[in-house]
């Protein structure tokens, strides 16, 4: 069973709009994170924001924020006033205790495409 | 400016060819992972070193074999490699500790002929 998943393979949004993007994770574990990343066509990961399973707010950083539902297991990023330079693709991920207990592991989705149209 | 550096940024090579893709993290962190990224695949994590010992190897062909000499260096040594590991190589560091937000690398593009 997939742990990550990411329904929407592409989505476009206006120039200045806001947009969510859909993550739904499943794990039995308490204490978990949960974190986003965009990925430009040059290739590089860029993280952007995370979640701890025990945050009580939801997380925010700059026109980025996480709407963590914890009971329905979801965790969408918002990206407010959309810009051009936001078309990428986004990754949601999540961390895990590792079975060797020494690291911690994420596990990607399969991702989603936004492009932002002028 | 990048926290993670990876070289070389393109590479063609032949499956008869030995090669190595090489990484240099500058952010201080304990952890190194190597990541395998196909076309309509999710990232595919491969090695993770923690503290300068492997403590994951998720299933990886030994034609892969990373080496990580230090905290801040992390190689993956290719050889005999099949058309099919042609993918975009993705390193990435981070501290064991704390919130472990992995930060990566640009990649290597790799392709085998």
Known sequence: AQKITQTQPGMFVQEKEAV??????????PSYGLFWYKQPSSGE??????????????????RYSLNFQKARKSANLVISASQLGDSAMYFCAMREPSSSGSARQLTFGSGTQLTVLP | ETGVTQTPRHLVMGMTNKKSLKCEQHLGHNAMYWYKQSAKKPLELMFVYSLEERV??????????????NSSHLFLHLHTLQPEDSALYLCASSQVEGPNEQYFGPGTRLTVT
Do not use: K, W
Request: glycine share 4%; hydrophobic share 20%.
């Open chain 1, 20 to 29: 969510t993007l859909d993550c739904t994770y499943d794990t039995s574990d």
């Open chain 1, 45 to 62: 990961m860029i993280f952007l924001i995370y979640q701890g399973s025990y945050d009580q707010q939801n997380a925010t950083e700059g």
């Open chain 2, 56 to 69: 994951e190897n998720n299933s990886v062909p030994s034609r892969f074999s990373p080496e990580c000499p």
